[in-house]
């Protein structure tokens, strides 16, 4: 069976700070978020400048790979900077906040992405933390095992996934055409291709490799179980996986 041609990759997982999350498939209207966390001061920093990544993880930030997908249009997401108490970021479309923020020393960053889309980000905050306060995930794994843990869920931040264009015309609507010899079938096969970072401990023993499934719900469900388990047995931050979808010719 000769693989063929890459249609998209998407559904990549993280897992880390009490979860796993599961990115939307790619699209050309949507740009990629990262995700970077503190551990000296439990502050996740996200952004679209995957550049500022290693710039970050130099300081001493580790990387948490994808974290979701922000459409090109949508809704503005402002970003603030606390100078104060070690340093923190926090993500509004809300412009009152963003007025608040500044009125108690807080600077304006600018409007760091977009939300719009289907898939929600949920928001939650740790009335324990002096940095890193607040916490933002559309997995609705995390958002659980954080409020499990003392974080108030205060719901809908922003939204995730891609905006549909509007087209300034209606489409014509082709005329027929006589059908044409149908090429050779084709198989959707989805691969998993996985591979854990755990580089501080060598004795995590987390399997590596790639696995092959007919349909995209069964390799969704296994790299969400595969995400679980390592965070549930290994407890490893960073760690993440994707999935392949790839055209294989039958012929």
């Known amino acids: 069976m000769k693989l063929g041609k890459k249609v998209f990759v998407g559904l990549g997982i993280i897992v880390g700070f009490g979860g796993a999350a599961l990115a939307s498939s790619v699209d050309v209207e949507a740009s990629q978020l990262y995700r970077a966390y503190n551990p000296n001061t439990g502050e996740h920093l996200y952004t679209q400048n995957k550049n500022e990544i290693p710039f970050v993880t130099r300081a001493g930030w580790r990387s948490e790979g994808n974290a979701w997908l922000a459409p090109d249009k949508g809704t503005a997401v402002y970003r603030m900077f606390n100078p104060n108490r070690g340093g923190d970021h926090h993500y509004t479309i809300n412009t009152n906040e963003v007025n608040m923020l500044k009125g108690k020393g807080w600077r304006y960053e600018g409007i760091s992405w977009r939300s719009g889309g289907s898939t929600p980000v949920y928001r939650l905050y740790n009335p324990n933390a002096q940095s890193g306060a607040h916490?933002?995930?559309?997995?609705?794994?995390e958002r659980d095992n954080l409020k499990k843990h003392g974080w108030r869920y205060e719901g809908i931040a922003f939204y995730s996934g891609t905006t549909a264009a509007t087209p300034s015309t209606?489409?014509?609507?082709?005329?027929?055409?006589?059908?044409p010899e149908q090429p050779a079938q084709e198989k959707w096969v989805f691969i998993v291709w996985y591979e854990p970072n755990?580089?501080?401990d060598s004795s995590y023993r987390i399997e590596r490799g790639d696995k092959v499934f007919n349909t995209q719900v069964e390799a969704t469900n296994w790299?969400?179980?595969y995400a679980k388990d390592i965070l549930v047995n290994h407890d490893v931050t960073g760690n993440w996986g994707t999935i392949e979808v790839k055209a294989s010719d039958l012929n």
């Open 223 to 225: 790299i969400d179980k």
């Open 198 to 200: 755990h580089p501080e």
């Open 170 to 179: 209606p489409t014509p609507k082709p005329t027929p055409t006589p059908k």
């Open 135 to 141: 916490h933002f995930t559309k997995s609705t794994y």
